[in-house]
């Protein structure tokens, strides 16, 4: 009896250990680095391909959200990553006022997207932005490799992804 009770001790152990290793990972849809990039609801605005993309949320009533996309927009026009394109959403709801600020602050229109109604776009509570603001930087694949990143640390971040 003793001999019955180690060998199925053992089988069940063999079982599980073999029945560990069969899950199949998949991707998941987050904003944490590993996660698939969630779609952000900008018609023509692609978030795989060719290199790397940083989108950046701020906001003109936001002094450091606004500085922040200034100098992650100088940082990337200045670079010589060709590998890197910046996707920066605004959080205005006065079209306006972006549209003012892009003026004031001198960047690039083709960079620069305006989501006037915050609570349709649905941005701040299905991607966790608790605060509005923040970035991640995504990957060829379309995978989050860090969010939240500073610009002194976006070549080496991108170095050290490749």
């Not at 790397?52 to 906001?59: E, K």
Request: proline share 4%; with cysteine.
């Amino acid at each position: 009896m003793r001999y019955f009770t180690r060998i199925s001790l053992i089988l069940g152990i063999m079982l599980l250990c073999v029945g560990a290793g069969t899950t199949e990972n998949k991707l998941t849809e987050g904003i944490q680095p590993g996660d698939l990039a969630p779609e952000i609801g900008l018609q023509g605005v692609e978030l795989q391909g060719n290199g790397y993309v940083l989108v950046q949320f701020w906001a003109a009533y936001d002094p450091q959200s606004r500085l922040e996309n200034v100098i992650m927009h100088n940082v990337i026009a200045q670079s010589k990553m060709k590998n890197l394109r910046l996707i920066s959403i605004s959080l205005d709801e006065n079209p306006s006022v972006f549209q003012g600020v892009i003026k004031a602050d001198r960047l690039d229109k083709a960079t620069q997207f305006n989501i006037a109604d915050r609570t349709k776009s649905g941005l701040l509570g299905q991607h966790c932005l608790k605060n509005g603001f923040g970035n991640w930087l995504i990957g060829p694949n379309g995978v989050i490799v860090e969010t939240n990143i500073r610009p002194d640390e976006l070549s080496g971040k991108i170095l050290l992804a490749i």
